[in-house]
């Protein structure tokens, strides 16, 4: 599979579900270790400026119409990369996460075996300590496993199944090379704003929007 990042500017009145296939950012990606069917996320794909006020509505509807069927009632796991994610371009919204994982069925939810949180930042981990128990259900929550280096993932994965892109590489690297990175002293990117998410507002895209 070849791996694109996406030309937000080219996208247009695209549908969206379209655009998020296009976008290579939530795909099958083989199996883990146990043999369950990996769903890979990779946050720096995610077009949610493109999609603008519709990044709730079409990430429920992909999850529906193209995410589910495909894996077909097997049990599975979620491999989120966030790794150069951004409010700007590419987050589409905590109230926006949680809106689809609240819409998948219930059989959906209990086949959902892990989360695996790929390169969170200080402000992600505080947020869920403190907040994420409010937000998502216990059935999410107890399932959400921070890695904050590539190198534990590979305990629950089989690496030569799960295609990571350039830029989490990258980015996997770099944090080698500045560890202060990790509680946020040293930021990677200076577009990147390492603040607490916001929780002034209902609407799913701008409120709860930025957990960097």
């Not at 689809?100 to 959906?108: K, N, V």
């Not at 959400?144 to 280096?149: E, F, I, Q, T, V």
């Amino acid at each position: 599979m070849v791996l694109v990042t996406v030309d937000k500017d080219a996208m247009g009145d695209e549908p969206a579900a379209a655009m998020l296939e296009r976008s290579q950012a939530i795909t099958l990606q083989g199996r883990d270790s146990e043999g369950r069917a990996v769903v890979r996320i990779v946050g720096n794909y995610f077009p949610a400026r493109a999609l603008g006020g519709r990044a709730e509505a079409a990430l429920r509807a992909y999850l529906a119409d193209r995410v589910l069927p495909a894996i077909g009632g097997r049990d599975f796991v979620v491999v989120y990369m966030h790794s150069r994610a951004h409010r700007a371009d590419n987050f589409p919204g905590v109230g926006a996460i949680r809106a689809a994982y609240e819409s998948l069925p219930p059989g959906a939810k209990d086949s959902l075996r892990a989360l695996y949180f790929v390169h969170p930042a200080l402000q992600s981990r505080l947020f869920f300590a403190t907040l994420g128990r409010f937000l998502f259900s216990s059935g999410l929550y107890d399932k959400l496993a921070y890695m904050s280096r590539l190198e534990y993932l590979w305990a629950h994965m089989d690496k030569a199944k799960l295609e990571v892109p350039d830029c989490v590489r990258d980015h996997d690297r770099e944090l080698e090379r500045r560890p202060l990175m990790d509680y946020g002293i040293e930021a990677t990117d200076s577009r990147c704003i390492y603040d607490a998410a916001s929780m002034d507002t209902s609407a799913s895209l701008h409120s709860l929007r930025c957990v960097s």
